[in-house]
């Protein structure tokens, strides 16, 4: 019976995940490794879009747990920052490996880390990781703070905007869903360019603004009110609002309170770029959390005066 074999691929940012060069070069990289060995790659599974500092990937925590069950004898990454970017986590991780005999090879480093110079050689690459880490996120902030003060967003375009590159769109409210997708492109998207109103997303969020900013609805209210909502497109045809999901985590679906709680208190939807800071604080959505706030180059979706009704409903 040959050595049966586990490929483990990760991206981080958004622009790999959408483009996957980086995915199908580690893919490549793992198959050739393992036909040049006569070993049978029985999968490779795919982080896209996710820190490697992160322990809850959902095909990472996937591959612990079919290790538990014997499934496989060899996990085989490209490098060792694709598995993991943390040495604490990446040292309890191998040493779950090795306790049901999973035996971990990185080839970029040429490294069988079974072996007791293999874990030397471990200790050592993780604790410049670390390093690297450290300067790593600083050059993020530099890099985020630049793009906010220009007006550029960071990171997944909020709900109600997308790229613009209809042509070529991966957007997960794209296919199906959107009247554009597969149409001319509204812009050629580089990331020193605004992101534009999403054609149907946008009227979504600006509904959610107006039924909260009278007061009636609560953020539940509101969720349930934009899943039964039925939308008209040119054509005639009809859909239903759904949220956008996240590349590597979830599948667009319904509103819940929470997605329309932060929604509403998002700065960005008239015409304002906020930066978070790295501290934690990124997920929040007000704008007294944000450390800076900045003009925007996009286009507004919900005017001013609405949004500022919205949170003082709120507030009160």
Same mark, same amino acid.
């Given at each position: 019976?040959? /050595?049966?074999?586990?490929? !483990?691929?990760?991206?981080?940012?958004?622009?790999?995940?959408?483009?996957?060069?980086?995915?199908?070069?580690?893919?490549? &990289?793992?198959?050739?490794?393992?036909?040049?060995?006569?070993?049978?790659?029985?999968?490779?599974?795919?982080?896209?879009?996710? %820190?490697?500092?992160?322990?809850?990937?959902? @095909?990472?925590?996937?591959?612990? #747990?079919?290790?538990?069950?014997?499934?496989?004898?060899?996990?085989?990454? #490209?490098?060792?920052?694709?598995?993991?970017?943390?040495?604490?986590?990446?040292?309890?991780?191998?040493? #779950?490996?090795?306790? $049901?005999?999973?035996?971990?090879?990185?080839? /970029?480093?040429?490294?069988?880390? %079974?072996?007791?110079?293999?874990?030397?050689?471990?200790?050592?690459?993780?604790?410049?990781?670390?390093? !690297?880490?450290?300067?790593?996120?600083?050059?993020?902030?530099?890099?985020?703070?630049?793009?906010?003060?220009?007006?550029?967003?960071?990171?997944?375009?909020?709900?109600?905007?997308?790229?613009?590159?209809?042509?070529?769109?991966?957007?997960?409210?794209?296919?199906? !869903?959107?009247?554009?997708?597969?149409?001319?492109?509204?812009?050629?998207?580089?990331?020193?360019?605004?992101?534009?109103?999403?054609?149907?997303?946008?009227?979504?969020?600006?509904?959610?603004?107006?039924? $909260?900013?009278?007061?009636?609805?609560?953020?539940?209210?509101?969720?349930?009110? *934009?899943?039964?909502?039925? $939308?008209?497109?040119?054509?005639?045809?009809?859909? $239903?609002?759904?949220?956008?999901?996240?590349?590597?985590?979830? &599948?667009?679906?319904?509103?819940?309170?929470?997605?329309?709680?932060?929604?509403?208190?998002?700065?960005? !939807?008239?015409? *304002?770029?906020?930066?978070?800071?790295?501290?934690?604080? %990124? #997920?929040?959505?007000?704008?007294?959390?944000?450390? @800076?706030?900045?003009?925007?180059?996009?286009?507004?979706?919900?005017?001013?005066?609405?949004?500022?009704?919205?949170?003082?409903?709120? &507030?009160?």
């Amino acid at each position: 019976m040959k /050595t049966q074999v586990v490929g !483990y691929t990760r991206v981080s940012l958004l622009d790999q995940a959408e483009k996957g060069h980086s995915l199908d070069a580690q893919r490549m &990289a793992i198959e050739q490794y393992c036909a040049s060995r006569g070993w049978e790659l029985v999968e490779v599974k795919v982080d896209a879009g996710i %820190s490697g500092t992160l322990s809850e990937r959902p @095909a990472f925590q996937e591959l612990l #747990h079919e290790a538990t069950l014997g499934r496989f004898d060899i996990v085989i990454v #490209h490098a060792i920052d694709r598995f993991y970017r943390d040495l604490q986590g990446l040292l309890k991780t191998l040493n #779950h490996l090795r306790q $049901h005999d999973v035996t971990f090879i990185s080839i /970029t480093e040429n490294l069988d880390f %079974s072996t007791p110079w293999g874990k030397l050689t471990l200790a050592v690459l993780g604790t410049l990781a670390e390093i !690297y880490i450290d300067r790593l996120r600083q050059e993020t902030r530099k890099g985020k703070v630049a793009r906010a003060a220009k007006g550029l967003h960071n990171g997944t375009p909020p709900l109600g905007y997308c790229y613009g590159n209809c042509a070529a769109c991966g957007d997960p409210n794209g296919a199906g !869903y959107c009247p554009l997708h597969g149409g001319p492109n509204r812009q050629d998207y580089t990331p020193s360019l605004p992101l534009l109103p999403h054609p149907v997303d946008c009227e979504a969020v600006r509904l959610a603004f107006q039924w $909260h900013a009278s007061g009636e609805c609560s953020d539940g209210e509101i969720a349930a009110r *934009l899943n039964g909502y039925v $939308h008209f497109l040119p054509d005639g045809s009809e859909i $239903h609002f759904r949220t956008r999901g996240r590349m590597g985590r979830g &599948a667009p679906g319904p509103f819940g309170k929470d997605t329309v709680r932060d929604m509403l208190q998002h700065p960005f !939807y008239i015409g *304002l770029v906020p930066y978070y800071g790295l501290d934690g604080k %990124s #997920h929040k959505r007000k704008r007294e959390d944000a450390e @800076a706030l900045y003009p925007g180059r996009h286009e507004p979706i919900v005017d001013p005066a609405t949004f500022e009704e919205s949170q003082r409903v709120r &507030a009160l």
